[in-house]
C-alpha cells in the first residue's frame, strides 16, 4: 500500500506488477517491541551511508513475514525528530544481507495469517528504496492508509459476524431440549435478535463511511466508528454464539469455537478500541474548536 500511495514512477513499476501476479508476497513492518499504538516512538533506525541506507531495529507481530517477498518498513531516518516527522519508509527485500526473521508466532487465532519478528542487523538497503525518493514521510504513508484499513476490519467484522449468527440460528432451530427446538425459547431470542440488530447497524456504519470515503471526504472519525463498533459487535456476537451452541460451541469439531478465538484480533490490530475512542474524541474536539 505505501508503494502505490507514495512510491516513485520507478517503485511502482519494479515491484507493483509482481505484487500484483503474486510472484511476490509484501509485508508491512511498523510494530516493534516496544512501539505498538503508539507507533511514532519507533526505534528502529536508517542511517545514510552513500548510496546505502542502514537499517537496524526489531519488528514484531509482522504480518506475512514468513512467506514475503519485500518488505515496506518504517524506520528513522532523522533521530532529533521524535515523533513521526523523522521516520521514514523503505522497501526491503529478502534475503537482503542483515535481515532475517524470528520463529513464527503462535497464535491463539488466525493460524492462516503467519506473523512473526523481522529483525535488521546492519541492512544495507539501496538509497532508490527510499519510498517517494525522501525521507519524513514514511509515518505520513503509513497514516494515509490508516481509514482504509479499520473500514477493511469494520466490513471483515460484519461478514463474520453474520456467518456465526447463521450457524447459531440454524443450530438453534435444529437443537431440541424440553422437547421443542431451542429457538423456541425467549431467551435465545433475544440473544438472536440483538446480534441482528446489531450486526445491522454495523453494516449500516461500513456502507456509510464507504460511501463518504469513495467521494473523496475526510473520513477518519467514521472510519474509527465503524471499526471500533463492527469489531466490538462481532466479539459479542460471537460470545452469544458459543452461548447458543452450549457445551457443542466449545468443542472444535463445530467451528464455533474457531471463530470465537479468531475474531478477539479485530479489537486490536489496525488500532485497538481503546485507539479508536481516542482518535473519535480528538477529531470531535478539534473540529469543535474549528
Given at each position: 500500500q505505501g508503494i502505490v500511495i507514495d512510491g516513485t514512477p520507478e517503485q511502482k513499476a519494479h515491484y507493483l506488477p509482481k505484487l500484483v501476479t503474486g510472484e511476490i508476497i509484501g509485508s508491512f513492518a511498523l510494530t516493534e517491541p516496544d512501539s505498538g499504538s503508539d507507533a511514532a516512538s519507533l526505534r528502529t533506525t536508517a542511517v545514510r551511508d552513500g548510496d546505502f541506507y542502514v537499517l537496524n531495529g526489531t519488528k514484531r507481530y509482522i504480518t506475512n513475514a514468513p512467506e514475503a517477498g519485500i518488505f515496506t518498513v518504517m524506520a528513522r531516518t532523522d533521530p532529533a525528530k521524535k515523533g513521526a516527522d523523522g521516520i521514514s519508509a523503505f522497501i526491503v527485500e529478502r534475503g537482503t544481507p542483515g535481515l532475517s526473521l524470528g520463529n513464527p508466532d503462535e497464535k491463539m487465532g488466525h493460524k492462516g495469517s503467519h506473523t512473526c519478528d523481522v529483525i535488521f542487523e546492519d541492512c544495507r538497503v539501496p538509497a532508490a528504496n527510499l519510498i517517494g525518493g525522501r525521507?519524513?514521510?514514511?509515518?505520513?504513508?503509513?497514516?494515509?492508509?490508516?481509514?482504509?484499513?479499520?473500514?477493511?476490519?469494520?466490513?471483515?467484522?460484519?461478514?463474520?459476524?453474520?456467518?456465526?449468527?447463521?450457524?447459531?440460528?440454524?443450530?438453534?432451530?435444529?437443537r431440541k431440549q424440553f422437547g421443542k427446538p431451542?429457538?423456541?425459547?425467549?431467551?435465545?431470542?433475544?440473544?438472536?435478535?440483538?446480534?441482528?440488530?446489531?450486526?445491522?447497524?454495523?453494516?449500516?456504519?461500513?456502507?456509510?463511511?464507504?460511501?463518504?470515503?469513495?467521494?473523496?471526504?475526510?473520513?477518519?472519525?467514521?472510519?474509527?466508528?465503524?471499526?471500533?463498533?463492527?469489531?466490538?459487535?462481532?466479539?459479542?456476537?460471537?460470545?452469544?454464539?458459543?452461548?447458543?451452541?452450549?457445551?457443542?460451541?466449545?468443542?472444535?469439531?463445530?467451528?464455533?469455537?474457531?471463530?470465537?478465538?479468531?475474531?478477539?484480533?479485530?479489537?486490536?490490530?489496525?488500532?485497538?478500541?481503546?485507539?479508536?475512542?481516542?482518535?473519535?474524541?480528538?477529531?470531535?474536539?478539534?473540529a469543535h474548536q474549528g
Open positions: 525521507e519524513g514521510i514514511g509515518f505520513k504513508t503509513a497514516m494515509k492508509g490508516r481509514d482504509k484499513g479499520r473500514s477493511n476490519i469494520a466490513a471483515i467484522s460484519v461478514g463474520v459476524a453474520e456467518r456465526m449468527l447463521e450457524d447459531a440460528l440454524r443450530y438453534a432451530c435444529e431451542i429457538a423456541e425459547f425467549q431467551l435465545i431470542q433475544a440473544m438472536l435478535a440483538d446480534s441482528k440488530a446489531e450486526i445491522y447497524a454495523a453494516r449500516s456504519m461500513v456502507i456509510d463511511a464507504a460511501r463518504r470515503r469513495d467521494q473523496g471526504l475526510d473520513v477518519g472519525t467514521e472510519a474509527s466508528c465503524a471499526k471500533m463498533f463492527a469489531s466490538e459487535m462481532c466479539g459479542r456476537v460471537a460470545d452469544r454464539a458459543v452461548q447458543i451452541f452450549g457445551g457443542a460451541g466449545y468443542l472444535a469439531e463445530y467451528g464455533i469455537e474457531r471463530f470465537y478465538r479468531d475474531v478477539r484480533l479485530f479489537r486490536l490490530f489496525e488500532g485497538t478500541t481503546q485507539i479508536q475512542q481516542l482518535v473519535i474524541a480528538r477529531n470531535m474536539i478539534r
